[in-house]
């Protein structure tokens, strides 16, 4: 997973992680695990995360894309 770009970038912007969490409406922990590899967020998430961010979700999860698009049955051509 590429999460190592969200956390880059979250302290490129020098956001606190709390902040990060009550943006994307998920706990504090839930944000640590995402933010330190150990879950994968659901597309939602990662979107909010993204945004929150200003920053597109591909950058911060390229890896992930592809079993997102199989998972919620995303065709693009």
Same mark, same amino acid.
């Given at each position: 997973?590429? =999460? !190592? ?11 606190? $992680? ?7 409406e ?6 640590? $695990? ?7 967020? !659901? ?5 909010? =995360? ?17 079993s ?5 049955n =995303?065709?693009?051509?």
């Amino acid at each position: 997973m590429d =999460i !190592t770009n969200v956390e880059k970038r979250r302290q490129q912007l020098g956001i606190q $992680k709390g902040w990060l969490a009550e943006q994307v409406e998920i706990s504090r922990g839930a944000m640590g $695990k995402i933010l330190s590899g150990e879950s994968k967020p !659901t597309l939602i998430v990662a979107l909010k =995360i993204a945004h929150a961010l200003n920053a597109p979700v591909e950058d911060l999860w390229g890896s992930l894309i592809e079993s997102w698009k199989d998972e919620y049955n =995303i065709k693009i051509k």
